[in-house]
C-alpha cells in the first residue's frame, strides 16, 4: 500500500505560477510511472502530465511550454511547475503512481496510487 502526500496548491491570478509536490511513502518495491491528473465539477479526469522510472514525459496539448514535470527518484516525489497558469487551468489535481508489490509468496503486483487532491484557484 502507498500513501501519497500532495502540497502547493493555491490561488494565483492569470499569469502567475505554482509548483505541486506529491511524495509517496509506504510499501512497495518500486514505482513506476507517476504524474498528475486534475478535474473540474461535472468533467471527467484528464491527465494533466506524466513521467516514467526513466525520465520520458507526456503532456496534455493544454499545458504544453507551460507546465514542467520532473521526479526524484530518491525521495519518491513528483512535482509539477506550473507557469503562466489560466483560467482554465483551475482545477482539483491528483498525483497518481503505478507501483509494484511483491507478496510473500513472491507474487509481484502491479498498483495504482492516488493523492487526496489539492486545490489551484485561478482568478482575476
Known amino acids: 500500500q502507498v500513501q501519497l502526500v500532495e502540497s502547493g496548491g493555491g490561488l494565483v491570478h492569470p499569469g502567475g505560477s505554482l509548483r505541486l509536490s506529491c511524495a509517496a511513502s509506504?510499501?512497495?518495491?518500486?514505482?513506476?510511472?507517476m504524474g498528475w491528473y486534475r478535474q473540474t465539477p461535472g468533467k471527467q479526469r484528464e491527465l494533466v502530465a506524466s513521467?516514467?522510472?526513466?525520465?520520458?514525459?507526456n503532456y496534455a496539448d493544454s499545458v504544453k511550454e507551460r507546465f514542467t514535470i520532473s521526479r526524484d527518484n530518491t525521495k519518491n516525489a513528483v512535482y509539477l511547475q506550473m507557469n503562466n497558469l489560466k483560467l482554465h487551468d483551475a482545477a482539483a489535481y491528483y498525483c497518481?503512481?503505478?507501483?509494484?508489490?511483491?507478496?510473500?509468496?513472491?507474487?509481484?503486483?502491479?498498483?495504482?496510487?492516488w493523492g487526496q487532491g489539492t486545490q489551484v484557484s485561478v482568478s482575476s
Open positions: 513521467i516514467s522510472k526513466g525520465g520520458q514525459v
Open positions: 497518481y503512481v503505478h507501483y509494484t508489490v511483491v507478496s510473500p509468496s513472491g507474487i509481484w503486483g502491479r498498483h495504482d496510487g
Open positions: 509506504g510499501v512497495f518495491e518500486d514505482i513506476d510511472d
